[in-house]
T-cell receptor
């Protein structure tokens, strides 16, 4: 039973390029969360999605960042025109339900480095 | 303001000793707490959780204690092993809209000395 899958594990981009991060939730999970972690810090919530719907994007920067979770395929976190401050580890988590108290299981993360 | 925070950034213990990692929260309405372990280069790994209607929960070698009076959470690890060396995060679910998003503390680094 595979866990949450993320790819790529490492991504290097130059300023101004686009970054696409993919997340495949655990089998049977239809809820996906994206978090960002800066060095030496805790994880910060970005966005919560269900299939084909964005439920809560209160943690997403208003510009350049977008997320989707299509009916088929993985969830995608997209960062356009990356800047050095976007360098961080991006983690995806999935859960079977959204009710308070439902455990979220995390993937291994994508480490983005912007040169 | 509201926050989830940890008392100490680094905890160093001898192998075989018990470890206690603490966490404070400020939102008395929070009703679900989780401890995660994160090893270098990896994603957070679920350890144990507790709901606000409980004050103690035990797992394998780990115990979580919740004191709602002083809004304090702790993780106890029995007979600490080198493999326990990692950063430990407490996380809080206090989303009034019931979307389940987690609020993480800053983390405590646990170092186990052989």
């Amino acid at each position: 039973n595979a866990g949450v899958m993320q790819n790529p594990r490492h991504l290097v981009r130059r300023r101004g390029q686009e970054a696409r991060l993919r997340c495949s939730p655990m089998k049977g999970h239809s809820h996906v969360y994206w978090y960002r972690q800066l060095p030496e810090e805790g994880l910060k919530f970005m966005v919560y999605l269900q299939k084909e719907n964005i439920i809560d994007e209160s943690g997403m920067p208003k510009e350049r960042f977008s997320a989707e979770f299509p009916k088929e395929g993985p969830s995608i976190l997209r960062i356009q025109q990356v800047v050095r401050g976007d360098s961080a580890a991006y983690f995806c988590a999935s859960s079977p339900r959204s009710l308070d108290g439902e455990t979220q299981y995390f993937g291994p993360g994508t480490r983005l480095l912007v040169l | 303001g509201e926050s989830v925070g940890l008392h100490l950034p680094t905890l160093s213990v001898q192998e075989g000793d018990n470890s206690i990692i603490n966490c404070a929260y400020s939102n008395s309405a929070s009703d679900y707490f989780i401890w995660y372990k994160q090893e270098s280069g990896k994603g957070p790994q679920f350890i144990i959780d507790i709901r606000s209607n409980m004050d103690k929960r035990q797992g394998q070698r780990v115990t979580v204690l919740l004191n709602k009076t002083v809004k304090h959470l702790s993780l106890q690890i029995a007979a600490t092993q080198p493999g326990d060396s990692a950063v430990y995060f407490c996380a809080e679910n206090r989303d009034s809209s019931n979307t389940g998003k987690l609020i993480f503390g800053q983390g405590t680094t646990l170092q186990v000395k052989p």
